[in-house]
């Protein structure tokens, strides 16, 4: 059984930073791709980075590009997302997701995902 579980949000001030992690266990595949979304209060869900594991390739969403970064520690079976430059609109509810044997698709469009997390809250104080 597939497991990814969250951890790291918390409360930080605006510019801080916080490193969020995502704990996977079950895979089967060898070739995956783990992605980090986010749903504020009121909105959808927000695909932000997405890493693929056959060659560590990264993506994110233009509204946390330069300041997320995603990375993988294969020896601990995480995912982490290190977060930067915080302000009040990164608040939100972050999720890890993954999907597996995707080649060339938008790696942050949520219906690609098959398996999630159950979230951690991150909230930014300004």
């Known amino acids: 059984e597939v497991q990814l579980v969250e951890s790291g949000g918390g409360l930080v001030q605006a510019g801080g930073s916080l490193r969020l992690s995502c704990e996977t266990s079950?895979?089967?595949?060898?070739?995956?791709?783990i992605g980090w979304f986010r749903q504020a209060p009121g909105k959808g869900r927000e695909g932000i980075a997405a890493?693929?594991?056959?060659?560590?390739?990264?993506y994110y969403a233009d509204s946390v590009k330069g300041r997320f970064t995603i990375s993988f520690d294969n020896a601990k079976n995480t995912v982490y997302l290190q977060m930067g430059s915080l302000n009040p609109g990164d608040t939100a509810i972050y999720y890890c997701?993954?999907?597996?044997?995707?080649?060339?698709?938008?790696?942050?469009?949520?219906?690609?995902?098959?398996?999630w997390g159950q979230g951690t809250q991150v909230t930014v104080s300004s």
């Open positions: 890493i693929i594991s056959t060659d560590d390739s990264t």
């Open positions: 079950g895979f089967t595949f060898a070739d995956y791709v």
């Open positions: 997701a993954a999907t597996y044997g995707v080649v060339g698709a938008w790696y942050l469009n949520e219906e690609l995902y098959t398996d």
